[in-house]
């Protein structure tokens, strides 16, 4: 069973940082991209960074310069380190990787979520 455990989360002062990681373990071939999701109350679940096998990321707009992704390839796993939060950066951060699991078969899978609060 392949699954996605994320950790790092917790509570931090406006201005603060914390570094999220998600490891993936269990059976496949390799990992394709991954990355980041949040999602904040009465919210929709967007998007925070991703970064493919390669190392190339993208991050949506209001995250640019503030977080940053990165890949452990060798021990399959995905870090976002997050700086000068802000309180409008208060979610349920979800870790998510395309995994490929066969030649033919490639899943989308989520980790648990992890909760992430920037208050004074």
């Known amino acids: 069973q392949v699954q996605l455990v994320e950790s790092g989360g917790g509570l931090v002062q406006p201005g603060g940082s914390l570094r999220l990681s998600c490891a993936a373990s269990g059976s496949f071939l390799r990992i394709n991209a991954m990355g980041w999701y949040r999602q904040a109350p009465e919210k929709q679940r967007e998007l925070v960074a991703v970064?493919?096998?390669?190392?190339?990321?993208n991050y949506a707009d209001s995250m640019k310069g503030r977080f940053t992704i990165s890949r452990d390839n060798a021990k399959n796993t995905v870090y976002l380190q997050m700086n000068s939060l802000k309180p409008e950066d208060t979610a349920v951060y979800y870790c998510?990787?395309?995994?490929?699991?066969?030649?033919?078969?490639?899943?989308?899978?989520w980790g648990q979520g992890t909760q992430v609060t920037v208050s004074s």
């Open positions: 970064v493919t096998s390669g190392g190339s990321t």
């Open positions: 998510n990787a395309d995994v490929q699991m066969s030649i033919w078969s490639m899943r989308p899978l």
